[in-house]
T-cell receptor, first 114, second 112 residues
Framework: DADVTQTPRNRITKTGKRIMLECSQTKGHDRMYWYRQDPGLGLRLIYYSFDVKDINKGEISDGYSVSRQAQAKFSLSLESAIPNQTALYFC?????????????FGEGSRLTVL | GESVGLHLPTLSVQEGDNSIINCAYSNSASDYFIWYKQESGKGPQFIIDIRSNMDKRQGQRVTVLLNKTVKHLSLQIAATQPGDSAVYFCAEKVGSSYKLIFGSGTRLLVRP
């Protein structure tokens, strides 16, 4: 089983719909992240959380919100999806005790907004 | 601004040959660099890293070279295999910052 699990893996939705992408991890890591990947671009950070009570905006947080329901769960929401939010979304974790902060990624959630 | 980029978006090599994937970075303060491999339908996976106090680091069939003078990073894969076909990303980080800056990726295609 994957250490970092994302659901759903694929989703097609319409403009204006609310969408939630969920992430759960069994690595016991405190830190969790949501990244977005677009063709020809590198991964860009949307939000990150260093513990259950900590939520921080990344470089492209507009149009997104997150919830850290538990140490192991970090969900990403699009309140009103728009077509330019069509992308591949990755959840990642890292260990607070690792000074290099190596990231462990889920397998991605492909979102298409029509 | 800070940026990490790649010279070649796609690299095609013959199976058994060596592959070299290049990356340029612009932040001279970056002191930690990572290469990730992303296979189709999967998330990125750590391959190898290097700190700025080193200029070379070797792993199993992979070597990372760092040239701080020209802000250049490369990943060398020896005896490239079909399983090496993937997109490779470089990323950089400054000190204890949580923030990784990713390059746009190079696709490696291995011809049988």
């Amino acid at each position: 089983d994957a250490d970092v699990t994302q659901t759903p893996r694929n989703r097609i939705t319409k403009t204006g719909k609310r969408i939630m992408l969920e992430c759960s991890q069994t690595k016991g890591h405190d830190r969790m992240y949501w990244y977005r990947q677009d063709p020809g671009l590198g991964l860009r950070l949307i939000y990150y959380s260093f513990d259950v009570k900590d939520i921080n905006k990344g470089e492209i947080s507009d149009g997104y919100s997150v919830s850290r329901q538990a140490q192991a769960k970090f969900s990403l929401s699009l309140e009103s999806a728009i077509p330019n939010q069509t992308a591949l979304y990755f959840c990642a974790t890292s260990d607070l005790r690792d000074p290099d902060g190596e990231l462990f990624f889920g397998e991605g959630s492909r979102l298409t907004v029509l | 601004g800070e940026s990490v980029g790649l010279h070649l978006p796609t690299l095609s090599v013959q199976e058994g040959d060596n592959s070299i994937i290049n990356c340029a970075y612009s932040n001279s303060a970056s002191d930690y660099f990572i290469w990730y491999k992303q296979e189709s339908g999967k998330g990125p996976q750590f391959i190898i890293d290097i700190r700025s106090n080193m200029d070379k680091r070797q792993g199993q069939r992979v070597t990372v070279l760092l040239n701080k003078t020209v802000k250049h990073l490369s990943l060398q894969i020896a005896a490239t295999q079909p399983g090496d076909s993937a997109v490779y990303f470089c990323a950089e980080k400054v000190g204890s910052s949580y923030k990784l800056i990713f390059g746009s990726g190079t696709r490696l295609l291995v011809r049988p």
